[in-house]
């Protein structure tokens, strides 16, 4: 089992600046891939960013050049560094961990939080 907590979001101008951050904890030994998707109201739940567990990262289109992940094996920890904010950024972001044991992989989420992104 994991656990996967996210912290860092808030309210923020356009054009500012949010870091966000998510710990795993529990059954870490096994964690790959770890990213971020977000949900705006009445929308699907969207890719924003992956990092494997060697650095490879993939970015949404829309987020390109303007949003960095980066992760800290040792702490179990992702970030999400988000910098020149658009109001269409305004989700709740979910933080994410795959685990897998042997040949099994299961999908850990957090509980979301909110980027509100003022025009």
């Given at each position: 089992?994991?656990?996967v907590?996210?912290?860092?979001?808030?309210l923020v101008?356009?054009?500012?600046s949010?870091?966000l951050?998510?710990?795993?904890s529990?059954?870490?030994f096994?964690?790959?891939?770890m990213?971020?998707?977000?949900?705006a109201?009445?929308?699907?739940?969207?890719?924003v960013?992956t990092?494997g567990?060697?650095?490879?990262?993939?970015y949404?289109?829309s987020?390109?050049g303007?949003f960095?992940?980066?992760?800290?094996?040792a702490?179990?920890?992702?970030y999400?560094q988000m910098?020149?904010l658009?109001p269409e950024?305004?989700?709740?972001?979910f933080c994410?961990a795959d685990?897998w044991?042997?040949?099994?992989m299961?999908?850990?989420w957090g509980?979301?939080?909110?980027?509100?992104?003022s025009?």
């Amino acid at each position: 089992q994991v656990q996967v907590v996210e912290s860092g979001g808030g309210l923020v101008q356009a054009g500012g600046s949010l870091r966000l951050s998510c710990a795993a904890s529990g059954t870490t030994f096994g964690i790959s891939t770890m990213g971020w998707y977000r949900q705006a109201p009445g929308q699907q739940r969207e890719l924003v960013a992956t990092i494997g567990r060697g650095g490879t990262t993939n970015y949404a289109d829309s987020v390109k050049g303007r949003f960095t992940v980066s992760r800290d094996n040792a702490k179990n920890t992702v970030y999400l560094q988000m910098s020149s904010l658009k109001p269409e950024d305004t989700a709740v972001y979910f933080c994410y961990a795959d685990l897998w044991i042997v040949s099994t992989m299961s999908r850990y989420w957090g509980q979301g939080t909110q980027v509100t992104v003022s025009s």
